[in-house]
Antibody, heavy 126, light 106 residues
Framework: EVQPVESGGGLVQPGGSLRLSCTTS????????MSWVRQTPGKGLEWVSG????????YYADPVKGRFTISRDNSKNALYLQVKSLTADDTAAYYC???????????????????WGRGTLVTVSS | EIVLTQSPATLSLSPGERATLSCRAS??????LAWYQQKPGQAPRLLIY???NRAAGIPARFSGSGSGTDFTLTISSLEPEDFAVYYCQQRSNWPITFGQGTRLEI
């Protein structure tokens, strides 16, 4: 299994938008729920959003509901996070993380995370 | 939202000693708790899931215990590579939440 690779982070002004991407390989992507987890020095680790393996179910933390949208393209083994209306509180390293458990039906929610990317840094500042 | 409180914030020990880290949940999470290790500049690494099950490739010196609201991660004999930050995480209720971490230092 190869470590996922995130991209799309950068410096953005308050109120701005970004699209984060995560590409994976080495496993059957559609059989695993995926999540985005962010980390700041002050607030530690924070689960942000997750999606089932078949993309049919999505999950969000309250601070990002209505502003972030998670999606996946199983044909490309890719995970995305569209983020908008960004504030300084969204400044963090964003990790893509795979669920530990294989789910053959593709409809399992995120639970625990056993494969993480290196992260992409999002900085919200004017 | 379930709040996970880890203690102590920092634990200072020497190689060869036994480490005991605590995680307390604001309400019962049954056994749906995991532990992660994170070293500087690296992503977290899953150590323990469902309170007491070691993840693939994790050495036997790492063990987890507890249920309900009180959980413990024990490292039986510290190796130099074990000095890192440790986080607990629950998946019992949405949203998934993490503890604030315990720094294990030499």
């Amino acid at each position: 299994e190869v470590q996922p690779v995130e991209s799309g982070g950068g410096l953005v002004q308050p109120g701005g938008s970004l699209r984060l991407s995560c590409t994976t390989s080495g496993f059957t992507f559609s059989n695993y729920a995926m999540s985005w987890v962010r980390q700041t020095p002050g607030k530690g680790l924070e689960w942000v959003s997750g999606v089932s393996g078949n993309g049919g179910s999505t999950y969000y933390a309250d601070p990002v509901k209505g502003r972030f949208t998670i999606s996946r393209d199983n044909s490309k083994n890719a995970l995305y996070l569209q983020v908008k209306s960004l504030t300084a509180d969204d400044t963090a390293a964003y990790y893509c993380a795979r669920d530990r458990e294989h789910c053959s039906g593709g409809n399992c929610p995120p639970r625990y995370f056993d494969l993480w990317g290196r992260g992409t840094l999002v900085t919200v500042s004017s | 939202e379930i709040v996970l409180t880890q203690s102590p914030a920092t634990l200072s020990l020497s190689p060869g000693e036994r480490a005991t880290l605590s995680c307390r949940a604001s309400q019962s999470v049954s056994s749906y708790l995991a532990w992660y290790q994170q070293k500087p500049g690296q992503a977290p690494r899953l150590l323990i899931y469902d309170a007491s099950n070691r993840a693939a490739g994790i050495p036997a010196r790492f063990s987890g215990s507890g249920s309900g609201t009180d959980f413990t991660l024990t490292i039986s004999s510290l190796e130099p590579e074990d000095f890192a930050v440790y986080y607990c995480q629950q998946r019992s209720n949405w949203p998934i939440t993490f503890g604030q971490g315990t720094r294990l230092e030499i």
